[in-house]
């Protein structure tokens, strides 16, 4: 007999009911916030979530979800990307559009009693939800998207913020109730209601019309309303001596809607401080003097890196957490035996997370350097995880996930029914660590300070942590076959190098992530999204693409690398001014963004309106000489600009200068800090047509 899965439940204004009476667990919820305008046109509504303890209020600024703070919880709430339906299809031809949560109940702490799901209009459009043809919540579960429940919001009229939904605790049990409360005030009058204190910004000037200069808002008021909150002294128990931090302060945020990407620090590119004379060396907490063999650099970095996660809370949690622990007290081990099979085995490390009465353990593999992770060692730690009641296995490395893959090694996926499979790269932990450190902030002044010893030790030539390090050895050979065209889609070489250029890209997230302190996701190309069609891509055209989502740009950021042409290349799209204004203003207006030191070599491409893919293109430094160079003859409305940059391409395997790595890295981190973060989204008017 075949299942059938029931139809949503529908509730109304009001309404409530059990999340468990809906057939959903608590592991997984995804909560979609839909609406969609007349005539197919859809609404940019941004969603927010309110954690509220027993008072109704947020316990700190951590504990309000939204643009400008996507993740909380380390991960049970976390913000996606906005959905927008398939061209063609039905939903799209409506103009329905979805605001994405997902929650993880089971990792919300007690203190959480109420979930509060909203959503918000930028009050400077002037649009409310009384614009929109329909807007309303649903409720999937999350393992097998199955619907659940819906609520169909349909008497909003002049609200900007309104409360869709919210999840509250009763009876050790979770329920939701349909809520549809509206506020014309806009999101901070919704936040500060719960708690949230929105900080005394100085309001933007009306944002500026294709013939006027985008106003330059300051770098340290855009610091002030993003910077993590200062780091909290512990508290010391005067009996023990025992240090607990102390609860973080409240502290301002800013609802301003991004509109400006993250800033590359200024000394992003700086080389070894020229040597002073002083040739004393710092005492170093980890130091590298003395590491010889891969064994020693690997139980070395084993035992460092399992010490700083269960000493820096933050710092552990974030990485537990992307492994599925539940947030708790961290324990770790090293070198733990265990006998199976009647064979002895020593996996490199033991994780443990406590949280109340339950306990999470995770066995460890670690390689440093060059070395490479064994599918019949992994699978056989599974087993000893299985045989004890272990949660996981992680596997750190500098190997990263390409193709479609989503670990390193092919593991029998009939083993991991009980127990699951991560994997950690150096790159993503460095990542983490600098997050941590340097953006989000450590409570205890001590801890940050021992985390950025970790990260000088991680940083080290000698450590073995240094993340991707070359193209591979399939590289020269696929390299020669490309270029005489020889290349097959079906060649064992072009699959590895295709699959290590998406290595390539994931290093760049983590490393972009790092320099802006925000997380930069890696994403296939849009052409290509299957590793199949990207390597039949590499050997018909010797073209290889990945992308690079910076919270806050004015769109992805394209990544690629031209085997042909010797060419390393990175680009971005911008929607050009709407309304009435000329070809030659919008030219101006993007020509406006760009700093002066932006190097002439960029190219712009300008897109035109209408059924046929028409563009002009111009360097930038002839751009700039003379603008009307980008208007088409027929004086056709521009609809976007493409900005790239293209720098030779190294052909060398190893990472560094002269390298495909090098020059991929260097391109996309130049075009970043020439570009990226200085381009700003047209906004109309408020009452504007």
């Not at 909150?229 to 009996?239: G, K, L």
């Amino acid at each position: 007999m075949t299942d059938v899965t029931p139809p949503p439940r529908e509730l109304r204004k009001g309404a409530n009911v059990a999340i468990k009476d809906l057939g959903g667990e608590l592991g997984g919820l995804t909560v979609f916030l839909d609406s969609r305008g007349h005539d197919g046109e859809t609404i940019d509504a941004d969603v927010s979530v309110l954690l509220l303890d027993a008072s109704g209020k947020v316990r700190s600024s951590a504990d309000f979800v939204f643009y400008n703070q996507p993740i909380a919880l380390n991960g049970a709430v976390h913000l996606r990307d906005k959905l927008v339906p398939e061209p063609d299809s039905d939903e799209a031809a409506a103009g329905w559009s979805s605001d994405v949560v997902t929650l993880e109940l089971d990792d919300v702490p007690q203190e959480i009693e109420r979930i509060v799901v909203a959503a918000s209009l930028d009050t400077s459009t002037g649009r409310t939800f009384g614009d929109a043809a329909g807007v309303r919540l649903r409720l999937q579960r999350s393992s097998d998207a199955a619907d659940l429940l819906v609520f169909d919001i349909d008497d909003v009229t002049t609200e900007s913020a309104l409360v869709f939904g919210e999840l509250y605790r009763r009876d050790e049990d979770w329920k939701i109730r349909a809520v549809g409360r509206g506020y014309q005030e806009g999101l901070a009058a919704l936040v500060t209601e719960h708690g949230v204190d929105v900080s005394e910004e100085t309001e933007e000037s009306e944002a500026p019309t294709a013939d006027e200069t985008p106003d330059e808002a300051p770098a340290a008021a855009e610091d002030a309303a993003t910077a993590p909150a200062p780091p909290m002294p512990a508290e010391v128990d005067d009996d023990t001596g025992a240090t607990t931090p102390a609860t973080p302060a409240k502290r301002s945020v800013s609802v301003r809607r991004p509109t400006r990407a993250p800033r590359l620090p200024a000394d992003w590119d700086a080389s070894i401080p020229a040597d002073d004379g002083n040739d004393w060396q710092a005492a170093r907490l980890f130091p590298v003097a003395g590491i010889g063999s891969g064994e020693e650099q690997e139980r070395r970095a084993t035992s460092a890196l399992l010490a700083v996660m269960s000493m820096v809370r933050e710092f552990g949690a974030a990485l537990t957490g992307r492994c599925g622990a539940p947030r708790g007290t961290i324990t770790t081990y090293i070198e733990v035996p265990f006998g199976q099979d009647e064979e002895a085995y020593r996996p490199d490390g033991v994780i443990q997370v406590r949280r109340g009465a339950r306990e999470w353990t995770a066995l460890v593999e670690v390689k440093t350097s060059t070395g490479r992770l064994n599918v019949e060692q992994i699978e056989k730690y599974v087993e000893i995880a299985r045989a004890r009641g272990y949660d996981a296995v992680i596997t750190i490395s500098n190997e990263l996930a390409g193709g479609d893959a989503d670990h390193p090694v092919a593991v029998d996926r009939r083993k991991l029914r009980k127990v699951s499979l991560h994997h950690l790269s150096w790159d993503q932990i460095r990542a983490e660590a600098v997050l941590a450190a340097r953006h989000r902030g450590v409570a205890d002044a001590t801890q940050g300070r021992v985390l950025e010893e970790f990260i000088r030790y991680m940083s080290h030539a000698r450590s073995g942590m240094g993340g991707l390090g070359d193209m591979g050895p399939s590289w020269v050979k696929l390299r020669d076959a490309v270029k005489s065209k020889t290349a097959r889609a079906s060649d064992k070489a072009t699959g590895e190098i295709s699959a290590r250029f998406d290595e390539l890209i994931q290093h760049l997230g983590h490393h972009m992530t790092g320099l802006l302190g925000v997380e930069v996701q890696s994403l296939a190309p849009r052409e290509a999204p299957d590793h199949a069609s990207r390597r039949q891509q590499l050997a018909d055209s010797g073209l290889m693409f990945g992308r690079l989502k910076v919270p806050g740009a004015v769109d992805v950021l394209v990544v690629g690398a031209d085997l042909r042409a010797d060419k390393a290349s990175a680009a971005i799209t911008i929607g050009a001014p709407r309304g009435d204004t000329r070809p030659l203003t919008r030219v101006n207006w993007l020509l406006r963004q760009l700093p002066d030191e932006a190097k002439d070599s960029i190219r712009i491409e300008a897109h035109m309106a209408g059924p046929r893919a028409v563009s002009t293109a111009a360097l930038l430094g002839k751009a700039r000489q003379d603008p009307s160079c980008l208007v088409p003859e027929e004086q056709r409305e521009i609809k976007a600009f493409t900005i790239s940059l293209e720098v030779p391409l190294g052909s060398k395997r190893a990472a560094g200068t002269g390298t495909l790595i090098g020059s991929v890295k260097g391109a996309t981190t130049t075009f970043y800090a020439d570009v990226v973060q200085h381009l700003r989204p047209w906004v109309a008017k408020a009452g504007a047509s």
